[in-house]
């Protein structure tokens, strides 16, 4: 009879439990600042790598403009999502909008997830974005998919 007590307690924990259901996510992301650092440490290095090296001035400032119009186009970096987000198995939504995304990056998971969208474009969710019982959900969830390439860093 305490077995049985148990073994329900037990079920009904695991029931509550935010972190063993994953099934789904519900997010709330704002704007990230390791993302901004990550951006201006980026252009940083760039600035410092065109001002030490031998290029003639009119060269280091038209590879300047280049390299910072890349940058905040956000095709050196993904897309970060922000709002309200709800990811299922293979899809999230934001708004009203649905996206399916084919493969999930969690190769870097200490500071970001990087999703592949089916269209070819990358986007990210950074941990500093989101509550960390959010992220920590968000990981278990993409551990437990079937998808092989989900989990590229376990």
């Not at 119009?69 to 990811?87: A, E, N, W, Y």
């Not at 293979?90 to 998971?109: A, E, L, M, P, T």
């Not at 959900?137 to 989900?150: A, D, E, G, N």
Request: aromatic fraction near 10%.
């Amino acid at each position: 009879m305490v077995a049985v007590k148990t073994s329900a307690t037990l079920l009904w924990s695991i029931k509550l439990s935010r972190t063993t259901s994953a099934r789904s996510v519900n997010l709330y992301a704002t704007p990230s600042f390791q993302a901004l650092i990550v951006q201006w440490v980026i252009l940083q290095l760039a600035i410092s790598v065109l001002t030490i090296n031998g290029f003639p001035l009119i060269v280091s400032v038209c590879l300047l403009c280049l390299f910072i119009s890349v940058l905040f186009q956000r095709k050196l970096l993904p897309t970060p999502l922000h709002g309200v987000i709800d990811l299922d198995s293979n899809q999230f939504r934001i708004g009203k909008h649905q996206y399916y995304y084919q493969r999930c990056d969690v190769s870097f998971h200490t500071w970001l997830v990087i999703f592949e969208l089916k269209s070819g474009e990358k986007v990210c969710i950074w941990r500093d974005s989101v509550c960390d019982a959010d992220y920590r959900h968000l990981l278990v969830m993409l551990r437990t998919q079937k998808t092989p390439s989900t989990m590229a860093g376990r």
